[in-house]
């Protein structure tokens, strides 16, 4: 996907703020057991599609909105991800601005997820 130079910019000033997990550092938190709140950020058609084993939904459109709902601690830890690692930097970035201490982004996204064999589940 090509995506606008706007848009790669605020992604890059982003992502200077946030902490980023690599698919196979997340692979081996969850294979560990390792307790974190694993959620998609994608809209709600890809998530239909499928999405990593494991993970809730809570769409980028909605997250800021309904986040603190469902993710009431906010020391806990967050592991965002969206189909390439651009969404869930931005998403990050703002629920680190809401209070959030312990918020990842995972680099790579679900088309990475796949591509190295992580577990998928669908509808």
């Given amino acids: ?14 992502k200077t703020r946030v ?9 081996t938190k969850l294979d560990a057991g390792e307790r974190f709140h694993f959620i998609d950020v994608r ?10 084993k494991g993970s809730t939904h809570l769409g980028r459109g909605i997250l800021e909105r309904d986040v603190e709902t469902a993710v009431p601690d906010k020391g806990a830890e967050i592991v965002l991800y969206c189909g390439g690692g651009f969404r869930s930097a931005l998403s990050a970035d703002n629920l680190q601005k809401m209070g959030y201490t312990n918020v990842w982004s995972m680099d790579g996204g679900f088309r990475g997820w796949v591509e190295a064999g992580g577990p998928v589940e669908s509808a």
């Avoid at 996907?1 to 982003?14: G, R, T």
């Avoid at 058609?45 to 499928?50: L, P, S, V």
């Fill in 19 to 27: 902490k980023e997990l690599s698919i196979a550092q997340v692979r």
């Fill in 43 to 52: 809209e709600d058609h890809e998530w239909t599609k499928g999405r990593c």
């Fill in 1 to 14: 996907m090509k995506h606008s130079p706007a848009f790669l910019k605020i992604v890059e000033d982003a």
